[in-house]
């Protein structure tokens, strides 16, 4: 039987407690009991635990306008329902604003809801609407370009709109979500 197995599977298989995978250079023991409490403290903090997903159309042209309306309603029917705690902004921009060259508005998304928020945008989202999804740090105009990813057609950003560096933005502290949730007891 080990014979047979082996022509169909040459390489061993691994059990849970088989490292896959190595790093180089990397320490023999478990790398979490390596890290110092200032150098866990230290990832912890680069965390980056708020996002923002602007919903982007152009602007002149109704039916595209209308179907980014038509997902923000169903955001905040969801919201209201209890299915994510994520804050649509009121603030529809008919024109650019920003760096942003179209219509657009914005939805803060805490860490705690990325993931169910990315998921149904992937499935929700209609195919002549994009939307730029940015984490929120320090560095503004880096958050929207090197680290922004992009659902549908990529827009050009005026990247000179926006600052280079400031502080850690802390929206909506009053969720005790994402930067404002309560950090690990020691």
Request: proline share 12%.
């Amino acid at each position: 039987m080990d014979r047979i197995f082996s022509l169909f599977c040459p390489t061993p298989v691994l059990s849970p407690a088989t490292p896959w995978f190595k790093m180089p250079n990397a320490p023999e023991t478990d790398p979490k009991s390596t890290f110092s409490a200032s150098a866990r403290a230290d990832y912890e903090e680069e965390e980056i635990k708020e996002f923002h997903f602007h919903v982007y159309w152009f602007q002149n042209n109704p039916r595209s306008r209308a179907k980014a309306i038509a997902i923000r309603d169903e955001v905040l029917r969801l919201a209201e329902e209890g299915f994510w705690t994520i804050v649509p902004l009121v603030t529809v921009n008919d024109a650019p604003r920003g760096p942003h060259p179209v219509g657009s508005y914005e939805i803060w998304v805490p860490k705690e809801y990325f993931s169910k928020t990315y998921s149904w945008f992937l499935i929700h989202r209609p195919a002549d609407v994009s939307v730029l999804i940015h984490p929120l740090t320090r560095l503004q105009r880096t958050d929207h370009d090197e680290r922004a990813v992009w659902l549908g057609t990529p827009m050009p950003l005026d990247l000179d709109a926006l600052p280079t560096d400031g502080d850690l933005p802390f929206q909506y502290p009053e969720l005790g979500l994402g930067y404002s949730a309560p950090g690990p007891s020691s």
